[in-house]
């Protein structure tokens, strides 16, 4: 779902760094104050960074042959909100684009968008939503994770779209063809990508309570149970 070096009309790729660029300037005073005020959550921040790196570095094959992947985004959104996932999720896309060729430089702002803007927020909302409507912390989390991939994958559709138009039926035609490309393999990866940062935040419930307890996510009424 990155999309490659070079894909981009140029004047689209500038576009997408400039509308990317005010998040990430947010995101990183937030990630500032974030280690300021709580200086041991530096560790989490690694893992959250870490755990978006590993996720949305596996490109499994479509069928159409394309490649999908999970975005791992969905956990760093719940834990530190999404303007701190701007800034990991920016840092993990430009460390793909350099280390492992995959997505670009030219890209990055759109793929900041995509995978690092629209799918911690979407994320975040979904967890918040669940949370709030009286769902435990497990569907939450599964919601968060699976959604924020989702928007992910549907905002890089758009993106494709909107820089290839099909030449019959126009951005519509192109948002079915890219759609149908993805979604193959990108709604069970959602899935899947939902399940396991379940399970990762169940470990962390049982090995970093306290932490948890001090983000947020566990009540002071030991919430272990996910």
């Keep these: 779902m990155h999309i490659a070096e070079g894909y981009l009309p140029p004047e689209q790729a500038v576009a997408w760094f400039v509308v990317s660029a005010p998040f990430v300037v947010h995101g990183s005073r937030a990630l500032v104050r974030q280690v300021r005020a709580d200086p041991d959550s530096k560790l989490l921040l690694g893992a959250a960074g870490a755990f978006t790196f590993a996720l949305s570095a596996l490109k499994i094959p479509s069928v159409t042959g394309s490649s999908s992947h999970p975005t791992g985004t969905g956990l760093g959104a719940v834990l530190f909100r999404p303007p701190v996932m701007s800034v990991l999720g920016g840092i993990v896309l430009l460390f793909q684009a350099l280390l492992l060729a995959h997505g670009g430089l030219s890209t990055l702002g759109a793929n900041v968008f995509s995978m690092a803007i629209v799918g911690p927020w979407v994320a975040y909302g979904s967890y918040t939503v669940v949370r709030r409507a009286g ?92």
């Design 135 to 226: 769902g435990g912390l497990g569907p939450a989390v599964f919601a968060a994770a699976a959604l924020g991939n989702l928007a992910t994958y549907s905002v890089t559709v758009a993106q494709l779209a909107l820089a290839f138009p099909d030449p019959m039926s126009g951005i519509v035609g192109a948002l079915a063809k890219f759609g149908g490309i993805f979604a193959v393999t990108q709604i069970p990866l959602a899935i899947s990508e939902g399940l396991l940062t379940v399970l990762v935040v169940r470990l962390l419930s049982r090995t970093s309570g306290d932490d948890l307890r001090r983000l947020g996510l566990l009540r002071p009424v030991a919430e272990v149970r996910v």
